[in-house]
């Protein structure tokens, strides 16, 4: 399975990462070792885990400055870990948490998640046949077929 930009309202998103491996980021988890379940914010990068990735994969693209995954209620009065860590690569180092404040900045961000480049915000098209390549690891596949495949996702 191949999820991208899953809101913060998932349930097993939620329970993935709330149940991270202990030093693991909220914006880089990582779960059980990655065993089924791996996390990243660039494909080119893979999807780290240190436990062999079972058959049954399960891969989240995830970018830090994606307000569709951090927005949530408990925004409001509840400072994210995501907030208390080292920020995502695409999050300015600035950002800070403030009660309620920060709640409507993220809400602000929500209708203009899917405009920037690909990599970043809400937008993962440029990422798609990497990731399924990576987690389907089929046999013969071809750079020739990602781009065919890349140019189809992206029209």
């Not at 079972?54 to 970018?63: F, P």
């Not at 690891?137 to 495949?149: E, F, I, M, R, V």
């Amino acid at each position: 399975m191949l999820f991208a930009g899953p809101p913060n309202v998932n349930t097993l998103y939620r329970e993935f990462t709330d149940g991270r491996d202990s030093g693991t980021r909220e914006v880089a988890p990582v779960y059980r070792q990655g065993r089924t379940v791996r996390f990243t914010n660039d494909v080119s990068t893979g999807f780290p885990g240190s436990a062999a990735w079972e058959d049954s994969r399960v891969a989240y693209l995830v970018h830090p400055s994606d307000p569709i995954i951090w927005w949530g209620s408990h925004l409001a009065l509840n400072k994210p870990d995501w907030l208390d860590e080292r920020r995502g690569a695409d999050v300015l180092p600035a950002m800070r948490w403030f009660p309620l404040v920060t709640f409507w900045q993220v809400t602000a961000d929500l209708p203009f998640a899917t405009g920037g480049p690909s990599g970043h915000g809400h937008k993962y098209t440029g990422e798609y046949v990497a990731a399924w390549q990576t987690v389907l690891q089929p046999a013969g596949w071809t750079d020739a077929q990602s781009a065919a495949l890349l140019s189809s996702v992206n029209r």
